[in-house]
């Protein structure tokens, strides 16, 4: 749904009816054009990273995509009083919470319990909770058919697998990760809102390859909790390369007919989405073009492109990215495997 403007005013769907997309994958990987992608498809709502909606966007005020703090933002201010009406958890409590999940140490056990009932844990509890209440006050204001979470975190995602009532899908994006690592080192990501401008922070490389390796795993631990036919496997440069046909497919995953917001074979034309926290490339409205992003191909030094790959390597062996350098296999080659849901087979 294009969500600029185009708020309900109260729906009789249920939450039985709510489909619930979770994109998971590391930054940098061309999830925030995805899901900015698919919010603008009648019926869908991009929320963007829903998981800072209590910290950044409560909180600490960070500006919706609407340009807005969440508590003067039409949508997200009309969400919150709804969620608030129904329990007693200050934001603060809520971020405390999360916290606790987040813990390298406790996120396997907050994944673990996706297909658990209830759980003798009380920040995982609230949590639950809190996100109980806030997908149907989602539905209730925006009349979405489709929330899509770009929070890109397996057990954030196992928090909503975890949800009564909601039809659960995962969206696992992966891009090649000497790719995310050039793009985590670059000082020249800036993005314009309004009369202000947002940089993007950096990282270093070791930290990238880290978190890389870190978020995949927890999305092949998280994958063994979530049916099958509930799970689809997405590299970036696929996307970037056929974008139509990726979207296609994703919007088949999901049984969704809408129209994409395809001007052409590779442009789209994005408008203000409530996205209440992300890349700054989220406040992007216009035509923009999809390409795909091999800038570090050039310029990366191979020095760099061999640590990374020495580093990942188990990674780039099961989704199938080169280990001496290059660019990623198309499907289709020969060594190149999928299963039903584009994901790497195994064996």
Request: proline share 6%; net charge positive; charged share 25%.
């Amino acid at each position: 749904m294009h969500t600029a403007g185009a708020i309900g005013g109260g729906t009789l769907r249920t939450m039985s009816s709510t489909k619930l997309l979770s994109i998971v994958g590391p930054g940098r990987s061309g999830t925030t054009i995805i899901a900015s992608v698919l919010g603008e498809i009648d019926g869908v709502c991009n929320v963007g990273e829903l998981r800072w909606l209590w910290g950044r966007g409560i909180l600490e005020r960070r500006p919706c995509g609407c340009g807005l703090p969440p508590d003067e933002c039409p949508v997200w201010s009309r969400v919150v009083g709804k969620v608030r009406e129904e329990g007693s958890e200050s934001p603060a409590e809520i971020v405390a919470a999360q916290g606790k999940l987040a813990s390298r140490r406790q996120r396997l056990r907050v994944i673990r319990s996706a297909t658990r009932g209830q759980v003798d844990w009380p920040a995982l509890e609230r949590v639950r909770a809190v996100t109980q209440r806030l997908i149907p006050a989602i539905v209730d204001v925006t009349d979405a058919r489709v929330i899509v979470d770009s929070s890109k975190r397996a057990h954030d995602a196992a928090v909503l697998a975890g949800l009564d009532g909601v039809e659960h899908y995962v969206l696992h994006i992966v891009r090649d990760p000497c790719a995310v690592a050039f793009s985590w080192q670059r000082r020249d990501k800036t993005v314009h809102i309004g009369d202000r401008t947002r940089t993007m922070s950096t990282r270093r490389l070791l930290p990238s390859c880290q978190r890389w390796l870190e978020n995949c795993l927890s999305a092949e631990v998280l994958r063994r909790h979530v049916p099958p036919e509930r799970w689809m496997f997405l590299r970036y440069e696929d996307f970037a390369t056929e974008p139509q046909a990726a979207v296609a497919r994703l919007l088949a995953f999901l049984g969704e007919h809408g129209t994409p917001p395809f001007a052409d074979e590779r442009n789209i034309v994005l408008g203000v989405q409530h996205t209440v926290a992300g890349n700054p490339n989220r406040f992007r409205v216009g035509t923009v073009r999809i390409t795909l992003d091999d800038e570090w191909n050039r310029r990366m030094p191979r020095r760099r492109r061999l640590a990374v790959r020495a580093i990942t390597w188990p990674g780039l062996l099961r989704y199938h990215y080169p280990l001496t350098g290059g660019l990623v296999r198309r499907p289709g080659r020969p060594g190149h495997r999928e299963d039903s849901r584009g994901l790497p087979a195994t064996g």
